[in-house]
């Protein structure tokens, strides 16, 4: 084959194939004042965990005291996350929770104080914990349940807080499957107004 054909034909596959790869704005909006080179830092380990699952990410983040960053409106489409400092006074969860309407869910919460002093205590870079954890808040976004093991475990201890350090803490291949049939209807969906009676969280 000729070169020139040979590189064409390469050409027209990659740029079929990245067609066919679903693309998922997840939004990030911190509210904690996350220090610059951890909330700079998360969005590549974050953008591998979903890289498996064969879902491209994009992880647009805004500093909110500041207004630096990508802080336009939120699109119908857009899947969000909040960083903040920690949970209202009593909360049950450990290092996020996310907000639901009935069936639908809304947005996430993430808990910036509780993962940086777990990534302290067990050694293992903040950014790194806070990427799974983000991950972990968009699978319940997506429709995911909490799962026996992996990603989705309802809690992270001290194996799954070290794994995520090491950069290999992964959804299976049935949630991987789940996260690609559930973008396209997700992502369609324009969000609901939201009432306190008709929420309730899905907490870890």
């Known amino acids: 084959m000729r070169p020139v054909l040979a590189a064409f034909l390469f050409l027209a596959v990659a740029l079929t194939?990245?067609?066919q790869t679903p693309v998922l704005r997840i939004r990030v909006?911190?509210?904690a004042e996350v220090p610059p080179a951890t909330l700079n830092s998360f969005p590549p380990p974050a953008r591998e965990v979903?890289?498996?699952?064969g879902i491209a990410t994009e992880w647009p983040t805004c500093r909110i005291q500041s207004r630096q960053g990508?802080?336009?409106p939120i699109a119908d489409s857009d899947?969000?996350?909040?960083?903040?400092?920690k949970p209202a006074p009593g909360g049950k969860t450990k290092f996020g929770t996310t907000v639901r309407q009935g069936k639908r869910s809304l947005f996430s919460y993430v808990f910036w104080t509780r993962i940086e002093q777990a990534a302290r205590h067990y050694g293992v870079a903040p950014s790194l914990l806070l990427a799974e954890v983000i991950a972990h808040e968009t699978g319940h976004l997506l429709g995911l349940e909490h799962a026996s093991n992996g990603i989705m475990q309802?809690?992270?201890?001290?194996p799954e807080i070290l794994r995520a350090g090491q950069g290999n803490l992964r959804f299976s291949r049935e949630e991987a499957a789940a996260l690609r049939d559930a973008l396209t209807p997700?992502?369609?969906?324009?969000?609901?107004?939201?009432t306190p009676e008709s929420?309730?969280?899905?907490?870890?």
């Open 186 to 194: 997700r992502l369609a969906q324009a969000p609901l107004d939201e």
């Open 50 to 53: 979903f890289r498996q699952t």
């Open 79 to 85: 899947v969000y996350v909040k960083i903040v400092p």
């Open 199 to 204: 929420r309730r969280r899905t907490d870890r």
């Open 17 to 19: 194939v990245r067609a």
């Open 29 to 31: 909006l911190d509210y």
């Open 154 to 158: 309802c809690e992270f201890g001290a």
């Open 70 to 72: 990508d802080c336009g």
